[in-house]
């Protein structure tokens, strides 16, 4: 039985890793979005502030402590640090997250998302 419970938490927090990946995607990218379907823009400004304050405070999003959490009832170990840390800079960077990645990361988050809701807004201007 126990067996069972650890399979459905490992799978519970592979699920959240899935979900926070494809958050910080929307984070990034979601303003493309905005380009076809402009109702996406309400759904994604918050989800861009979110992300950018995440990055320029350090903060940990609470879905880490979750998949973190759900790990541990799977009898694995979690892990220290927030999910870029964890599972993207070792793909992206090999020494490690430090505040002034963070503020890299954050400002790409930011100057992508104005230049994306500049052509958007740029488009309502001329009505196309």
Same mark, same amino acid.
């Given at each position: 039985m126990f067996y069972y419970l650890r399979v459905v938490y490992r799978l519970l927090a592979n699920a &959240?890793?899935?979900?926070h990946a494809l958050f910080i995607v929307f984070i990034v990218c979601g303003g493309f979005l905005a380009w076809r379907w402009r109702w996406v823009a309400v759904l994604h400004v918050?989800?861009?502030v979110w992300? &950018?304050?995440?990055?320029y405070n350090g903060w940990i999003c609470p879905l880490t402590p979750l998949e973190n959490s759900l790990r541990m009832r799977a009898g694995q170990q979690g892990y220290s640090g927030g999910f870029v840390e964890h599972y993207l800079v070792p793909a992206i960077y090999p020494a490690g997250l430090t505040p002034r990645i963070q503020v890299v990361l954050g400002t790409a988050v930011l100057v992508v998302n104005v230049i994306t809701y500049?052509?958007?807004?740029?488009?309502?201007?001329?009505?196309?």
């Open positions: &959240v890793v899935v979900v918050p989800c861009a992300g &950018v304050l995440i990055e500049a052509v958007v807004v740029r488009r309502l201007m001329r009505g196309l």
